[in-house]
């Protein structure tokens, strides 16, 4: 598109063949009348969606990154793209999932408040599990990790994540087994996920075992 056929174009407006925008992440309803967040649109009656990837992805988590670092400045220390999103070429649930660091999870008002400011919500709560907090955003289906740095879930997702868009042999396996699952009905995103857990875990194996490699071989500076 042309600079002229850019400014001419309304801020709101999309090229007719262009993706879909994701869902909010309120399932395109209202909230109950407690406030509480509906259910995630990417499961409906019992059925987890996926699509095929979009280019578009990189640039939603960008603009959510962007979002996250003008309402943390220093709090955020790091802010990283995973999930299926994060992988160029696979199919995931129409969900950016984005990783926030920030320097102890469990001192929310360091960083929930901001947040909230900014449009996000407190969906979940694991303080047993490093700290985990999961928070929505608010234009598109959007789930916002939290850990602290060191957090060993938070080096798992990003192992996982550059596993995948580097083997494309793994990224293909997955792909298959996420297809197939998501045939099935399940009792909830979670129970979907666990059903992934040992290929997830046979690819992080994988991963790991090419990183020890890499490293033996590297020359000593």
């Known amino acids: 598109m042309s600079p002229k056929e850019s400014a001419d174009r309304s801020p709101d407006a999309r090229p007719t063949d262009a993706p879909a925008p994701l869902p909010s992440r309120r399932g395109g309803g209202a909230a109950p009348a407690s406030g509480a967040l509906a259910p995630p649109p990417h499961f409906i009656d019992g059925r987890v969606v996926i699509v095929e990837a979009d280019p578009k992805w990189p640039y939603l988590f960008q603009r959510e990154a962007d979002r996250i670092r003008e309402a943390l400045g220093a709090t955020a220390v790091s802010v990283e793209h995973v999930g299926s999103t994060a992988v160029p070429g ?7 999932d984005v990783l ?17 400011r900014a449009g996000y919500a407190v969906a979940h709560r694991e303080p ?17 990790h939290v850990y602290g740095p060191g957090a060993a879930e938070a080096e ?7 596993r995948l868009r ?16 998501v045939q099935r009905r399940w009792e909830s995103v979670q129970a979907y996920a666990d059903a992934k857990a040992d290929t997830v875990d046979e690819i992080l194996a994988r991963a790991r075992e ?8 590297a020359p000593a500076e």
């Not at 798992?156 to 550059?162: M, N, P, S, V």
């Not at 580097?166 to 699952?181: N, S």
Request: net charge negative; hydrophobic share 35%; proline share 10%.
């Open 128 to 144: 047993e599990a490093e700290g985990h907090r999961l928070l929505r955003g608010p234009d598109v289906n959007t789930n916002v």
């Open 210 to 217: 090419a990183r020890a490699r890499a490293s033996t071989a």
């Open 90 to 96: 696979l199919c995931a649930k129409p969900c950016v």
């Open 156 to 162: 798992r997702l990003l192992l996982f994540r550059d």
């Open 100 to 116: 926030l660091t920030v320097p102890d999870p469990g001192e929310e008002e360091a960083y929930v408040p901001p947040l909230e």
């Open 166 to 181: 580097a083997d494309p042999a793994d990224r293909e396996h997955y792909a298959q087994v996420k297809t197939e699952l």
